[in-house]
């Protein structure tokens, strides 16, 4: 069992940026980190294997957003830069793959999640 604590969520205005943070209790292999917004499914932002390999959703995050992770810490890191309106949602990380890294049923783990509003 690994339990999973994002945090570094807020309220912050169009073209600010944020870094969540996502602190797993043991060793992880890969991790996720998907966004859910109301009313909407919960969708995919990337993923980085144990590696360092990583997995961007195609348009609207690529080039915005950067995963990275510290093995040595357990902890996974997205960095979210030039964020807009439509970026507000809860944002999740994921960990126990075992299917494909995009689909949310493949986690086994998840975290409580952290809010990221946007404002114009």
């Known amino acids: 069992q690994v339990q999973l604590v994002e945090s570094g969520g807020g309220m912050v205005q169009a073209g600010d940026s944020l870094r969540l943070s996502c602190a797993a209790s043991g060793r992880t292999f890969t991790m996720g980190w998907f966004r859910q917004a109301p009313g909407k499914e919960r969708e995919f932002v990337v993923a980085?294997?144990?590696?360092?390999?990583?997995?961007y959703a195609d348009d609207p995050v690529k080039g915005r957003f950067t995963i990275s992770r510290d093995n040595a810490k357990n902890t996974v890191y997205l960095q979210l830069n030039s964020l807009k309106p439509e970026d507000t949602a809860v944002y999740y990380c994921?960990?126990?793959?075992?299917?494909?890294?995009?689909?949310?049923?493949?986690?086994?783990?998840w975290g409580q999640g952290t809010q990221v509003t946007v404002s114009s």
């Open positions: 980085v294997t144990g590696s360092g390999v990583t997995y």
């Open positions: 994921a960990a126990g793959l075992t299917g494909s890294y995009y689909l949310p049923r493949s986690y086994d783990y």
